[in-house]
């Protein structure tokens, strides 16, 4: 797969750092040219990135940013809609701000980078790829994080309506599901003890968190041409999480790992 995007210029949100990062890094590796959009900077930036200051939340912040892209580039071929937030809290307690930054930064965000792609990429003539980053959240129910759960739910309905606008154009839109993911959200949780690590790890069939470059190797394989027959579709990343009928089998149920 090395270098299998040579040509294609890519559009990463909330690239600066966790997953984006991982994601940027990785296609720049396949051959992509590669702008991440963040309103912050890079915690290490990386070679072959160009990195734009953007707040996904705002239509014309948006809109500045694919016009450098303009610019610079001439084209978009890659979508990856990764930008999110999280904030914990109860119904009845989380106040709306906290409820409507998430949702606006997940949901909205895609909404507007997409609605600034879709006509470049008609125009285009050739087609493209869009990725939005939803979550095992999407399916499950997650206590304290309604607001999470509600955006990247939307984001999987938003993806496949979108899916069969956009399909007559060559355009495909994905999404890729992370389950408990190494990342800084994951941190956040841990430190104000929402999550605990043990506790995730015991749902988790194959035992441990994912890494970044797992759920990076699925957002590459959706934006190249091996996933070229692959449109409406969300790829889980999870370890087997959200499948898992029985959270802790019996030992007889289990296949023995030696």
């Known amino acids: 797969m090395a270098q299998s995007l040579t040509g294609k210029v890519a559009v990463v949100t909330g ?8 994601i940027a890094t990785k296609l720049v590796a396949d051959g992509a040219k590669v702008f991440a959009l963040d309103k912050m900077p890079p915690d290490e930036p990386q070679a072959g990135i160009t990195y734009l200051q953007a707040d996904v939340t705002d239509p014309g912040s948006v809109k500045e940013a694919f016009s450098a892209i303009d610019s610079q580039a001439g084209r ?27 949702v606006a930064t997940h949901l909205n965000g895609f909404f507007l980078c997409a609605s600034e792609v879709v006509p470049r990429m008609v125009a285009q003539g050739k087609g493209g790829a869009i990725v939005a980053i939803a979550s095992t959240a999407a399916f499950v129910g997650l206590p304290g994080r309604g607001p999470y759960c509600a955006a990247k739910a939307g984001i999987l309905g938003l993806m496949r309506a979108l899916s069969l606008e956009v399909a007559t154009s060559g355009i495909r839109v994905n999404a890729v599901a992370p389950g408990f993911t190494r990342t800084k959200f994951i941190e956040q949780g841990l430190a104000d003890g929402s999550l605990r690590e043990d ?22 394989f959706l934006s190249g041409d091996q996933s070229t027959y692959m449109t409406g579709q969300t790829i889980v990343v999870d370890g087997g999480w959200i499948v898992q009928g029985i959270p802790e089998a019996p030992t007889w149920l289990q296949t023995p790992a030696s």
Do not use: Y
């Not at 690239?15 to 991982?22: L, P, V």
């Not at 506790?199 to 970044?212: C, E, F, G, H, I």
């Open 15 to 22: 690239a600066a750092r966790g997953i984006g990062d991982t």
């Open 76 to 102: 978009v071929d890659i979508l990856v809609s990764n930008a999110g937030i999280q904030r914990v809290g109860l119904v009845g307690q989380v106040s709306f701000a906290d409820f409507t930054s998430v």
């Open 199 to 220: 506790w995730m790890v015991s749902r988790v069939p194959m035992k441990r968190l994912a890494t970044t470059d797992e759920i990076a190797n699925a957002v590459c």
